[in-house]
């Protein structure tokens, strides 16, 4: 069909079209999670075997569900920031910030490797106060193009894992020494969840590696001063998956029961 876009993306770039096609399924389900429509639409727009991306429509509401929990903090964030800047760290094709809609007096950067931004800027249409950088997150110069006065909400969903340690935590090193205020908001394996990427088929055929496995907020206040925990838990202990019912329901209370598990994968919320 003339006018659909075509794509050829390998390693990390190439995981952000599974997720985005699982929230595009997600969206088509009678109870839909995230009823992201915008996603919907972007994989209409593109010209992709999407069975590549391995994903089915039983795997789509957990990746769903990752994104309602990050969209619900980011909610959280500027419900008490009407002035902010949302720093959208390895976004992908996500439509996060057409879905939260927020005001104008929030600045949304959405930062993702520059073929990702290409991509993105031809399949989502352009939005006051949106800009794009296409740019390695731990290329650190992209920070001086952020305006630092307002409170500062920095955001990474399925990023952590692809960076090495020095990388991340030079990341949110940076991040706290050169914004005044903010929230730093992330999603991670543990070591255990590292180990277990053979399990991952989206990382595996994307050619990708995983490095950075992170055992918990002891780590990451230890190593960036200045941030505190807000919050930082399970992924399996979080409302949205156990919302699902199902096999997820089961997922999560035995992932949650058996200490080993548990931290396989975390949600990080801190404050600075
Ligand atoms: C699993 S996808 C997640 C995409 C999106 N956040 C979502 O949830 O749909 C991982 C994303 O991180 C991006 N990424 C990985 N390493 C990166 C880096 N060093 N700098 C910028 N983006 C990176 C990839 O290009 C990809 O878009």
Same mark, same amino acid.
Request: net charge neutral; glycine share 8%; aromatic share 8%.
């Given at each position: 069909? !003339?006018?659909? @876009? !075509?794509?050829?993306?390998?390693?990390?770039? +190439?995981?952000?079209?599974?997720?985005?096609?699982?929230?595009?399924?997600?969206?088509?389900?009678?109870?839909?999670?995230?009823?992201? !429509?915008?996603?919907?639409?972007?994989?209409?727009? @593109?010209?992709?075997?999407?069975?590549?991306?391995?994903?089915?429509?039983?795997?789509?509401? $957990?990746?769903?569900?990752?994104?309602?929990?990050?969209?619900?903090?980011?909610?959280?964030?500027?419900?008490?920031?009407?002035?902010?800047?949302?720093?959208?760290?390895?976004? $992908?094709?996500? !439509?996060?910030?057409?879905? @939260?809609?927020?005001?104008?007096?929030?600045?949304?950067?959405?930062?993702?490797?520059?073929?990702?931004?290409?991509?993105?800027?031809?399949?989502?249409?352009?939005?006051?106060?949106?800009?794009?950088?296409?740019?390695?997150?731990?290329?650190?110069?992209?920070?001086?193009?952020?305006?630092?006065?307002?409170?500062?909400?920095?955001?990474?969903?399925?990023?952590?894992?692809?960076?090495?340690?020095?990388?991340?935590?030079?990341?949110?090193?940076?991040?706290?020494?050169?914004?005044?205020? $903010?929230?730093?908001?992330?999603?991670?394996?543990?070591?255990?969840?590292?180990?277990? +990427?053979?399990?991952?088929?989206?990382?595996?055929?994307?050619?990708?590696?995983?490095?950075?496995?992170?055992?918990?907020?002891?780590? @990451?206040?230890?190593?960036?001063?200045?941030?505190?925990?807000?919050?930082?838990?399970?992924?399996?202990?979080?409302?949205?998956?156990? +919302?699902?019912? $199902?096999?997820?329901?089961?997922?999560?209370?035995?992932?949650?029961?058996?200490?080993?598990?548990?931290?396989?994968?975390?949600?990080?919320?801190?404050?600075?």
């Amino acid at each position: 069909m !003339s006018g659909r @876009i !075509s794509v050829d993306l390998t390693g990390p770039q +190439q995981t952000m079209l599974a997720t985005l096609y699982a929230k595009a399924l997600d969206a088509d389900a009678a109870e839909s999670v995230l009823g992201d !429509s915008f996603a919907r639409d972007a994989v209409a727009r @593109i010209d992709y075997d999407w069975k590549r991306t391995t994903i089915t429509a039983r795997q789509a509401p $957990g990746v769903a569900a990752r994104s309602k929990h990050f969209d619900t903090w980011t909610r959280q964030f500027l419900a008490v920031h009407d002035r902010a800047t949302v720093l959208h760290l390895g976004c $992908g094709l996500d !439509s996060r910030v057409f879905r @939260i809609d927020p005001g104008a007096g929030v600045e949304w950067f959405d930062v993702d490797h520059p073929d990702v931004i290409a991509l993105r800027e031809r399949v989502h249409p352009q939005r006051d106060h949106v800009r794009t950088i296409g740019t390695s997150v731990t290329d650190l110069a992209w920070l001086d193009r952020i305006p630092t006065e307002a409170p500062t909400l920095v955001l990474a969903e399925g990023l952590t894992m692809y960076l090495t340690r020095t990388d991340g935590v030079a990341l949110l090193r940076g991040v706290v020494n050169r914004f005044d205020s $903010g929230e730093v908001q992330f999603d991670a394996f543990n070591p255990l969840g590292i180990r277990l +990427q053979w399990t991952n088929a989206v990382v595996r055929r994307s050619g990708s590696t995983l490095h950075w496995g992170i055992s918990g907020q002891e780590e @990451i206040l230890a190593a960036v001063p200045g941030l505190r925990a807000l919050w930082v838990g399970s992924v399996f202990e979080s409302e949205e998956l156990k +919302q699902i019912g $199902g096999l997820y329901r089961w997922l999560c209370v035995t992932c949650a029961a058996v200490p080993g598990l548990r931290g396989v994968a975390q949600y990080h919320r801190y404050g600075f």
